[in-house]
């Protein structure tokens, strides 16, 4: 069965960065994409981009355009979100969701990395 | 950018019940709507996809409809299992966004 497992959580100070792994397992890894998204407390849900596992094409929001950095490691079947310059609103749970066959939207999730952003 | 307004953010139900939620879009997004439900500490399950269809393994007693901007997500005959967050997702154009959720509550 698809099973997506993330890193644990961390705690950075604001400046900082963090990489948050995902690590798939039950299919073909470079067959499907690879969404990131993240909700901070109370809030909804909010996509931060795409990846392709097949060739690392990416497609990122527009308002972290510049601090993310998402790719994949085909060789271990896991995918990275890096996000630099942290700030306290970033506080959030982080998760991974593959996408469904021949769709770029979330079908299988991992269980989330909550991230917190404090001095 | 499309936004969803999800109502309601809270809601509470007995056993039996039928419960709607509903997902308001902000411009037309034909049918490119999907369902998920997540329960606490675990991860998300896709429900419903494009609208209407129940996604494989997922129980007949939830159903999705609408299409355009209006969209709902059914739940028959509530069981105690169904305690959940629910939350709606547009795929119709990038970025993807979602619903603010909604927490159900069953007594």
């Known amino acids: 069965q698809v099973q997506l497992v993330q890193s644990g959580a961390e705690v950075k100070k604001p400046g900082a960065s963090v990489k948050v792994s995902c690590k798939a397992s039950g299919y073909t890894f470079t067959s499907y994409g690879i969404s990131w998204v993240r909700q901070a407390p109370g809030q909804g849900l909010e996509w931060m981009g795409w990846?392709?596992?097949?060739?690392?094409?990416?497609n990122y929001a527009q308002k972290l355009q510049g601090r993310v950095t998402m790719t994949t490691d085909t060789s271990t079947s896991t995918a990275y979100m890096e996000l630099r310059s942290l700030r306290s609103d970033d506080t959030a749970v982080y998760y991974c969701a593959r996408d469904g066959s021949g769709s770029y939207y979330p079908s299988y999730w991992g269980q989330g990395t909550l991230v917190t952003v404090s001095s | 950018e499309t936004t969803l307004t999800q109502s309601p953010a809270f809601m509470s139900a007995t056993p039996g019940d039928k419960v709607n939620i509903s997902c308001k879009a902000s411009?037309?997004?034909?049918?490119?709507m999907n369902w998920y439900q997540q329960k606490p500490g675990e991860a998300a399950i896709f429900i419903i996809q494009e609208a209407t269809t129940l996604v494989p393994g997922i129980p007949p007693r939830f159903s999705g409809s609408g299409y355009g901007t209006d969209f709902t997500l059914t739940i028959n005959n509530i069981e105690s299992e169904d305690a959940a967050y629910y939350f709606c997702?547009?795929?119709?154009?990038?970025?993807?966004?979602f619903g603010q959720g909604t927490k159900l509550e069953i007594k």
């Open positions: 411009q037309d997004i034909d049918d490119d």
């Open positions: 990846i392709s596992a097949y060739n690392g094409n990416t």
């Open positions: 997702l547009q795929h119709d154009n990038f970025p993807l966004t």
